[in-house]
Nanobody
């Protein structure tokens, strides 16, 4: 069974920074793209950023220049450095991973971590 365990959420003032981490564990044969989505109250879940195994990145326009995604392939871990946070960044942030287990390819999700930015 695969688990994605997130950490690093919390409460921060506008302009502050947070760093999210997500580690994948379990029987994983291949780990492809990893990344972060977020969901604010009353809104749909949206992509924040993702990264391939080779380090190619993709960001939502709303976070470009403020957030940086990175990964450590040896640790099956993805990070999201969030700087210059705004109140509109407040949401539950979910880690996701495209991976292959003994059941084949699929997408796994973390349990979510709350990020709250106060004005």
């Amino acid at each position: 069974q695969v688990q994605l365990v997130e950490s690093g959420g919390g409460l921060v003032q506008a302009g502050g920074s947070l760093r999210l981490s997500c580690a994948a564990s379990g029987v994983i044969f291949n780990l492809n793209a990893m990344g972060w989505y977020r969901q604010a109250p009353g809104k749909q879940r949206e992509l924040v950023a993702d990264i391939t195994t080779r380090g190619s990145t993709n960001y939502a326009d709303s976070v470009k220049g403020r957030f940086t995604i990175s990964r450590d392939n040896a640790k099956n871990t993805v990070y999201l450095q969030m700087n210059s946070l705004k109140p509109e960044d407040t949401a539950v942030y979910y880690c996701h991973a495209d991976l292959r287990t003994n059941g084949g390819w699929g997408v796994s999700w973390g349990q979510g971590t709350q990020v709250t930015v106060s004005s």
